[in-house]
């Protein structure tokens, strides 16, 4: 999936890491990209509300990251 300009913004952003926290996911686009990437080795995708979850857990099965790319529902860090 084509990232928007706002999420390529935050890939440039990031550094190299071992395991990569999206709060506020929406469809898994951020985590799957920064993997893909070589800019995280894992990473959990998480967000408040349960659709943006169903979409990200589509997305990334369909990406065959599953086994990389946890997610989660919760209100901030708090589920972390």
């Known amino acids: 999936a084509k990232l928007s300009a706002r999420l ?4 440039q952003q990031l550094r ?3 395991l990569l926290a999206d709060i506020g996911t929406d469809h898994g686009l951020l ?3 920064a993997i ?8 959990i ?3 408040l509300r349960a659709a943006p ?4 857990r589509a997305h990334i099965a369909r990406t ?5 790319v946890a997610t989660i529902q919760g209100d901030g860090l708090l589920p972390l």
């Open 8 to 11: 390529e913004a935050v890939l």
């Open 16 to 18: 190299p890491c071992g």
């Open 31 to 33: 985590p799957v990209a």
């Open 36 to 43: 893909r990437r070589g800019l995280a080795a894992r990473a």
């Open 45 to 47: 995708a998480s967000d």
């Open 53 to 56: 979850i169903r979409a990200a």
């Open 64 to 68: 065959g990251m599953a086994d990389r």
